[in-house]
């Protein structure tokens, strides 16, 4: 047997993947929908829509800059009963290890609600320049193993963690839940002739949010911007400004475009929902179960997405739009789709570098694209981007 252990980081993601939350007060009740839970949570945290299904509850931290940090709760229905040192070695193992840049910090006993429990720091760095300090606590009510984590900039770890405590420290399991343990009780251990850390989790990588958003320097001088348009001015008193994208020729309505740029080379998802065009040489940072990370060798970073719904696209899209300079759209054809193209820009605060972001949808269907880019190579990076937006294919 295995346990099916779902560690979700999705690295560069978050920032892009939060719907409307709702901001609680200090110490303010909040209770599980499905009545599994409850805790109080501190004051700044915002709940938002869990982009994946391992996940129980979603909250991130934002501050004027933008998300500076997230809180994850994750339950897994272990098959069989284990012991919470066998998990917490397990996540060590197949989840935690599996990071980027993964520094392991303490790791003490603890617990909650009553139940044994471990409680981890560690650092992990999901791409260069960027580095989170991380804590979880992790235990076992019953068949059911908790993984709460909390994620942050590091510049942001001592503010959020006093809370991030008293928080775990107010946690209940309810009664009634599923495999719910009562406060005293334990579960039993997996007995000697159970295979033993063979029997560990897989899980995948969790997700952060604070995540370099793609944001640019100086708008790319030429006039051959993503749809053709003429580039924005700079100004030495403002973070220069990519061009405006505007439409471009109409592509012939294929199911899939073949790369045709130079070095370019075709990511297709495990799932078969969709495939694009990327840069060669590009590698895979992240894979969830809605999508994949990819960075390219000229610094950029890919994030492509089939999600919930397209509302649960257009929900993403709101997320950037306030924190980002917006500075156009336009309409491409995508082989059979249309393609919709809109253009930000926002300086990262933690390395105070300009980047474009670029938010590619295709409405009527679930599925976005975002770029990141440094704006002093948004240039050089538009023919790739404009490749891999028509040779686009969607399920």
Same mark, same amino acid.
């Given at each position: 047997?295995?346990?099916?252990?779902?560690?979700?980081?999705?690295?560069?993601?978050?920032?892009?993947?939060?719907?409307?939350?709702?901001?609680?007060?200090?110490?303010?009740?909040? =209770?599980?929908?499905?009545?599994?839970?409850?805790?109080?949570?501190? %004051?700044?945290? !915002?709940?938002?829509?869990?982009?994946?299904?391992?996940?129980?509850? $979603?909250?991130?931290?934002?501050?004027?800059?933008?998300?500076?940090?997230?809180?994850?709760?994750?339950?897994?229905?272990?098959?069989?009963?284990? =012991?919470?040192?066998?998990?917490?070695?397990?996540?060590?193992?197949?989840?935690?290890?599996?990071?980027?840049?993964?520094?392991?910090?303490?790791?003490?006993?603890?617990?909650?609600?009553?139940?044994?429990?471990?409680?981890?720091?560690?650092?992990?760095?999901?791409?260069?320049?960027?580095?989170?300090?991380?804590?979880?606590?992790?235990?076992?009510?019953?068949?059911?193993?908790?993984?709460?984590?909390?994620?942050?900039?590091?510049?942001?770890?001592?503010?959020?963690?006093?809370?991030?405590?008293?928080?775990?420290?107010?946690?209940?399991?309810?009664?009634?839940?599923?495999?719910?343990?009562?406060?005293?009780?334990?579960?039993?251990?997996?007995?000697?002739?159970?295979?033993?850390?063979?029997?560990?989790?897989?899980?995948?990588?969790?997700?952060?949010?604070?995540?370099?958003?793609?944001?640019?320097?100086?708008?790319?001088?030429?006039?051959? &911007?993503?749809?053709?348009?003429?580039?924005?001015?700079?100004?030495?008193?403002?973070?220069?400004?990519?061009?405006?994208?505007?439409?471009?020729?109409?592509?012939?309505?294929?199911?899939?475009?073949?790369?045709?740029?130079?070095?370019?080379?075709? $990511?297709?998802?495990?799932?078969?929902?969709?495939?694009?065009?990327?840069?060669?040489?590009?590698?895979?940072?992240?894979?969830?179960?809605?999508?994949?990370?990819?960075?390219?060798?000229?610094?950029?970073?890919?994030?492509?997405?089939?999600?919930?719904?397209?509302? $649960?696209?257009?929900?993403?899209?709101?997320?950037?739009?306030?924190?980002?300079?917006?500075?156009?759209?336009?309409?491409?054809?995508?082989?059979?789709?249309? %393609?919709?193209?809109?253009?930000? =820009?926002?300086?990262?605060?933690? &390395?105070?570098?300009?980047?474009?972001?670029?938010?590619?949808?295709?409405?009527?269907?679930?599925?976005?694209?975002?770029?990141?880019?440094?704006?002093?190579?948004?240039?050089?990076?538009?023919?790739?981007?404009?490749?891999?937006? !028509?040779?686009?294919?969607?399920?």
């Amino acid at each position: 047997m295995r346990i099916k252990c779902k560690f979700i980081i999705g690295i560069i993601l978050i920032a892009f993947m939060l719907s409307v939350g709702i901001v609680y007060g200090q110490g303010s009740l909040y =209770s599980d929908p499905q009545g599994r839970f409850s805790f109080n949570l501190p %004051a700044g945290w !915002k709940a938002a829509s869990p982009y994946d299904s391992a996940q129980a509850a $979603y909250f991130v931290y934002a501050v004027q800059q933008g998300n500076v940090g997230e809180l994850i709760i994750m339950i897994e229905e272990l098959p069989f009963s284990a =012991s919470i040192d066998q998990y917490a070695a397990a996540s060590e193992e197949n989840g935690f290890k599996q990071l980027p840049g993964y520094k392991s910090g303490t790791q003490l006993p603890t617990t909650i609600f009553g139940l044994p429990a471990v409680k981890k720091n560690f650092t992990f760095s999901p791409q260069t320049g960027l580095t989170l300090q991380a804590e979880a606590y992790i235990f076992i009510s019953g068949n059911s193993a908790y993984t709460v984590l909390l994620d942050v900039l590091p510049e942001y770890f001592a503010q959020t963690e006093p809370g991030f405590a008293q928080a775990m420290a107010s946690f209940k399991i309810q009664a009634g839940a599923f495999g719910a343990v009562q406060p005293g009780t334990q579960p039993s251990t997996v007995s000697p002739t159970t295979p033993p850390a063979s029997v560990i989790p897989t899980p995948v990588q969790p997700t952060p949010v604070p995540c370099p958003t793609v944001e640019p320097t100086t708008p790319p001088p030429s006039s051959s &911007d993503i749809g053709g348009a003429q580039p924005a001015p700079t100004t030495p008193a403002t973070p220069a400004q990519p061009a405006v994208p505007t439409p471009t020729q109409i592509i012939p309505t294929t199911p899939v475009q073949p790369p045709v740029t130079s070095g370019m080379k075709v $990511y297709t998802d495990p799932q078969g929902r969709f495939s694009i065009p990327i840069p060669g040489g590009s590698t895979t940072a992240q894979t969830t179960e809605i999508g994949v990370v990819l960075n390219t060798t000229g610094g950029a970073g890919i994030v492509a997405m089939y999600t919930q719904g397209e509302q $649960y696209v257009q929900s993403m899209v709101a997320q950037i739009k306030p924190n980002h300079q917006f500075h156009g759209q336009s309409q491409l054809q995508a082989g059979n789709r249309q %393609a919709l193209v809109e253009l930000y =820009s926002k300086v990262n605060p933690q &390395d105070n570098i300009n980047y474009a972001t670029v938010i590619v949808t295709y409405p009527g269907t679930p599925f976005m694209i975002i770029v990141t880019v440094p704006t002093n190579k948004y240039n050089q990076a538009q023919p790739w981007i404009l490749e891999m937006i !028509k040779g686009t294919s969607i399920r």
